[in-house]
């Protein structure tokens, strides 16, 4: 498993933690597909109604949103090294789907990070 999948693995174990993230995932049915150039490649995370969150090692059927770059770039993205806003605007983070839902994800990491 390489960083990118790593980080984002904890990040799904930290949500299934923390009865606060779930709760601002409650009724929040999403499923984010990570396209990572580099050894990750694509894998995705389930986000279930009830709050909790399930990580997957495949491509799934169909996503909300999708996130494409390096797994090198997504991993300091997931630390907070690198801001993903930041890394959006300057093309080198792109998104697919429902933009607006990913700024969720965005609340959640802040929550757990602070």
């Known amino acids: 498993m390489g960083p990118g999948k790593e980080i984002t693995k904890q990040f799904v174990d930290l949500?299934?933690?923390?009865?606060d993230?779930?709760?601002?995932?409650?009724?929040?049915n999403k499923v984010a597909?990570?396209?990572?150039?580099?050894?990750?490649?694509?894998?995705?995370?389930?986000?279930?109604p009830d709050g909790t969150a399930e990580f997957k090692e495949?491509?799934?059927?169909?996503?909300?949103?999708?996130?494409?770059?390096?797994?090198?770039?997504?991993?300091?993205?997931q630390s907070g090294e690198v801001d993903g806003q930041k890394e959006f605007f300057a093309k080198r983070l792109k998104i697919e789907g429902d933009?607006?839902?990913?700024?969720?994800?965005?609340?959640?990491?802040k929550k757990l990070a602070g």
């Open 99 to 109: 933009v607006m839902a990913t700024t969720k994800l965005t609340q959640i990491g």
């Open 33 to 48: 597909v990570y396209d990572l150039e580099g050894e990750d490649g694509i894998f995705h995370v389930i986000y279930n």
């Open 15 to 19: 949500i299934n933690e923390n009865e």
């Open 58 to 77: 495949e491509a799934p059927e169909k996503a909300s949103f999708t996130f494409k770059c390096t797994t090198d770039l997504w991993a300091k993205i």
């Open 21 to 28: 993230a779930q709760g601002m995932l409650k009724n929040w």
